[in-house]
């Protein structure tokens, strides 16, 4: 089984601040990870994800994340946000293909409100 | 077209009453999945397809929960009996293989009352 803990309800910060979106995971298998944005009334939609390689992890909207598995965790980061970026954020996990996990549905956390101060 | 539909966006029902969800996939994917998403907490699963087969439904949360997908391409997720803690949205999601992407839908928030 897997699960997500995302350390943060609502984080706010000012336009043009940086800012660092935390989450840890758990699980008995591996896993691969993925961030994703909703903005109200929408869908997901994905920022980024892991699958392997590099830990540093690029993704759409100027958003890195960077996975250590040492410490579970897959936080998220942007050097400097813009009122655009206010949004709900969520961390998510999904079992490798052929973990033997015999499920391959994604694992959310609780989600991070992001609001941009302008 | 060109990503997930979902209908209707938007439902309102009585509690006893019993609804459905429909889920338009993108073209080719054969695999979908379905979530809920209660006020303030992330999507949870609820049950997958590969193709017209319904792999996984552990997650759906009593058997007044049912989905389908007879010929392998839309969804629909019935809801009989409708109760207040049924409130929440309803993301589908496909991908072209269990093991790739999945794109999500708008959702459809229902709320019973």
Same mark, same amino acid.
């Given at each position: 089984?897997?699960?997500?803990?995302? /350390?943060?309800?609502?984080?706010? +910060?000012?336009?043009?601040?940086?800012? =660092?979106?935390?989450? &840890?995971? #758990?699980?008995?298998?591996?896993?691969?990870?993925?961030?994703?944005?909703?903005?109200?009334?929408?869908?997901?939609?994905?920022?980024?994800?892991? /699958?392997?390689?590099?830990?540093? +992890?690029?993704?759409?909207?100027?958003? =890195?994340?960077?996975? &250590?598995? #040492?410490?579970?965790?897959?936080?998220?980061?942007?050097?400097?946000?813009?009122?655009?970026?206010?949004?709900?954020?969520?961390?998510?996990?999904?079992?490798?293909?052929?973990?033997?996990?015999?499920?391959?549905?994604?694992?959310?956390?609780?989600?991070?409100?992001?609001?941009?101060?302008? | 077209?060109?990503?997930?539909?979902?209908?209707?966006?938007?439902?309102?029902?009585?509690?006893?009453?019993?609804?459905?969800?429909?889920?338009?996939?993108?073209?080719?994917?054969?695999?979908?999945?379905?979530?809920?998403?209660?006020?303030?907490?992330?999507?949870?699963?609820?049950?997958?397809?590969?193709?017209?087969?319904?792999?996984?439904?552990?997650?759906?949360?009593?058997?007044?929960?049912?989905?389908?997908?007879?010929?392998?391409?839309?969804?629909?997720?019935?809801?009989?009996?409708?109760?207040?803690?049924?409130?929440?949205?309803?993301?589908?999601?496909?991908?072209?293989?269990?093991?790739?992407?999945?794109?999500?839908?708008?959702?459809?928030?229902?709320?019973?009352?």
């Amino acid at each position: 089984a897997q699960s997500v803990t995302q /350390l943060d309800s609502q984080v706010p +910060v000012f336009e043009e601040a940086p800012v =660092e979106l935390r989450c &840890n995971y #758990s699980s008995s298998v591996s896993v691969y990870l993925f961030w994703y944005v909703q903005y109200p009334n929408q869908g997901l939609q994905l920022l980024l994800k892991y /699958l392997s390689g590099s830990t540093l +992890v690029k993704g759409i909207n100027g958003f =890195e994340a960077e996975f &250590n598995k #040492s410490q579970t965790s897959f936080h998220l980061r942007k050097p400097s946000v813009h009122i655009s970026d206010t949004a709900e954020y969520f961390c998510a996990v999904r079992p490798f293909r052929g973990s033997g996990a015999g499920s391959y549905q994604l694992t959310f956390g609780k989600g991070t409100k992001l609001s941009v101060i302008p | 077209g060109a990503g997930v539909s979902q209908s209707p966006r938007y439902k309102v029902a009585k509690r006893g009453q019993d609804v459905a969800l429909r889920c338009d996939p993108i073209s080719g994917h054969v695999s979908l999945f379905w979530y809920q998403q209660a006020l303030g907490q992330g999507p949870e699963f609820l049950t997958y397809f590969q193709n017209e087969a319904q792999l996984d439904k552990s997650g759906l949360p009593s058997d007044r929960f049912f989905a389908e997908r007879p010929e392998g391409s839309v969804s629909t997720l019935k809801i009989q009996r409708t109760q207040q803690e049924d409130s929440a949205v309803y993301l589908c999601a496909s991908s072209a293989t269990l093991y790739y992407e999945q794109y999500f839908g708008p959702g459809t928030r229902l709320t019973v009352t």
